[in-house]
Nanobody
Framework: QVQLAESGGGSVQAGGSLRLSCVAS????????MGWFRQAQGKEREGVAS???????SYADSVKGRFTISQDNAKNTLFLQMNSLKPEDTAMYYC???????????????????WGQGTQVTVSS
């Protein structure tokens, strides 16, 4: 059973930065794709970024150039560096894993097998 635990959320002003972390335990090495998702109040969950075991990444257009996904395989930890934050980035952020990454479907949240509990990010103007 894979367990995921996010941390690093908080409240910042627009233009600020945050770094989210997600530690995976009970990690099954059959799950090679990790992703970050977010869900704002009253909105649908959306993909933010994903990373494959070989380091290949995908990003939502809304965060390209501002967010960077990375991973430390030795520590089973996933990161999301968020710079130039905007009020519209306010949401609960979740990490998730699935078996394989796909350029076409990485953002389909329903295809991920395991999820963390989420960490809140609030950006004020």
């Amino acid at each position: 059973q894979v367990q995921l635990a996010e941390s690093g959320g908080g409240s910042v002003q627009a233009g600020g930065s945050l770094r989210l972390s997600c530690v995976a335990s009970g990690y099954a090495y059959t799950h090679n794709c990790m992703g970050w998702f977010r869900q704002a109040q009253g909105k649908e969950r959306e993909g933010v970024a994903s990373i494959d075991s070989d380091g290949s990444t995908s990003y939502a257009d809304s965060v390209k150039g501002r967010f960077t996904i990375s991973q430390d395989n030795a520590k089973n930890t996933l990161f999301l560096q968020m710079n130039s934050l905007k009020p519209e980035d306010t949401a609960m952020y979740y990490c998730a894993v699935r078996r394989y990454c796909s350029e076409a479907s990485w953002s389909y949240w329903w295809t991920y097998d395991y999820w963390g509990q989420g960490t809140q990010v609030t950006v004020s103007s």
